[in-house]
């Protein structure tokens, strides 16, 4: 029997390679649709970051909340909502977790504590305050974690939060995904300071910096801070360097970024490859391991696509329905 040198078990180690795979070729394959046209509204695909959304949800369960972004697929996946509800709300069908009315920017599944991604950059971060304060009353050991890049760092709502989150002692977890740009504006132009960990300082909140390519770096860190907070020891920011393999959103020509860059990224900052490198080099998972789990899951997406674009648009009935709540 090989010895495991990881801290997961050969079956999470498995998991986790799935839940990038999945992540992956869900944008990988939106990619490509979105370029025919079906797909109504924007799409900000998240392929480069898996490893964060994926490092930091295996820590997670149904009672813990997260509030997303504009880039939200990877978190959906990872904290496990359906992939065949988010391609049918991708699609805009009925069949959708919001019944086709939200779409990419708004997919949400209250029962796996995925709050919603979120069209407004930095407005997940007040959202998860109300969560965390909520968790922190019920006194059930739930945490809640808000994400947000490099841009959306910047915004005031996010500043607030971490303020909030301190006086308040909140479970609540910060993640910066900085993937390096906002838009077409590259982080060294808009930020200030070296790391968002020095700006969480100002808040008195701890904060670590992780290469966001390497699962198992986020994995530890993003453990370390989760079991802090559920055990009353309050917020903390993550910051998880990555890289988008895409534009910011599809159409993006990208003329800001270097030449060769995506394809450097593809060579060597792939968190896909990385981990399929180092768990088959430790002989706890083969390549045959990792090659039906990619069978599986180009055959999951496969059906998930097909099943959407074949799934009824919402009527005229519907739009009225689920848009005012009375209290
Ligand atoms: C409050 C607000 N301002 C501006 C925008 C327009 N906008 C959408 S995404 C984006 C850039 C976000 O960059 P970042 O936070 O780094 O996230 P990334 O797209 O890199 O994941 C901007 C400016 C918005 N959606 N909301
Ligand atoms: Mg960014």
């Known amino acids: 029997m090989t010895n495991n040198p990881f801290p997961l078990s050969r079956d999470e180690l498995l998991t986790a390679y799935r839940t990038m795979r999945t992540i992956r070729d869900f944008e990988e394959r939106l990619h490509v649709e979105f370029a025919k046209g079906d797909i109504p509204g924007f799409v900000h695909l998240y392929a480069g970051e898996e490893a964060c959304a994926t490092g930091i949800m295996m820590h997670l369960t149904d009672i813990d909340r997260i509030a997303s972004t504009h880039r939200g ?10 992939v065949h509800e988010m391609m049918g709300e991708i699609y805009g069908k009925v069949t959708g977790c919001c019944r086709g009315k939200g779409g990419s920017m708004h997919i949400a599944d209250l029962s796996k504590g995925m709050m919603g991604a979120n069209g407004i950059l930095g407005a997940g971060a007040p959202l998860i305050c109300g969560a965390g304060l909520a968790a922190k009353f019920r006194g059930d050991g739930g945490v809640g974690l808000t994400f947000f890049g ?14 909030l989150a301190a006086i308040w002692n909140l479970p609540v977890i910060f993640v910066v995904e900085n993937n390096g740009y906002a838009e ?3 982080v060294e132009y808009a930020t200030a300071v070296d790391s968002y960990v020095d700006r969480a300082a100002g808040f008195g909140l701890p904060g670590v910096t992780v290469d966001g390519t390497d699962f198992f770096a986020v994995y530890e860190a993003a453990g370390e801070i989760i079991k802090r907070a559920r ?31 995506n394809d450097h990224n593809r060579a060597h900052r792939d968190c896909l490859k990385l981990f399929g490198a ?19 899951v180009a055959a999951l997406i496969d059906d998930a696509v097909e099943t959407a674009k074949g799934a009824p648009l919402p009527g ?6 689920d848009v005012y709540v009375a209290y």
Not at 150 to 163: I, K, P, R
């Open 73 to 82: 697929h990877g978190h959906c996946i990872a904290k496990g909502v359906d």
């Open 150 to 163: 490099d841009g959306a760092a910047n915004q005031g709502t996010v500043l607030e939060s971490m303020n």
């Open 184 to 186: 077409s504006t590259s």
């Open 231 to 261: 055990e009353g020891g309050g917020p903390a920011l993550l910051e998880c360097k990555t890289v988008r393999f895409f534009g910011h959103f599809e159409g993006d020509a990208q003329t800001y970024k270097a030449k060769g860059e």
């Open 278 to 296: 180092r768990v088959t080099a430790a002989g706890v998972v083969s390549e045959a391991d990792l090659a039906l789990i990619d069978r599986e």
């Open 316 to 321: 005229a009935r519907d739009l009225t329905t």
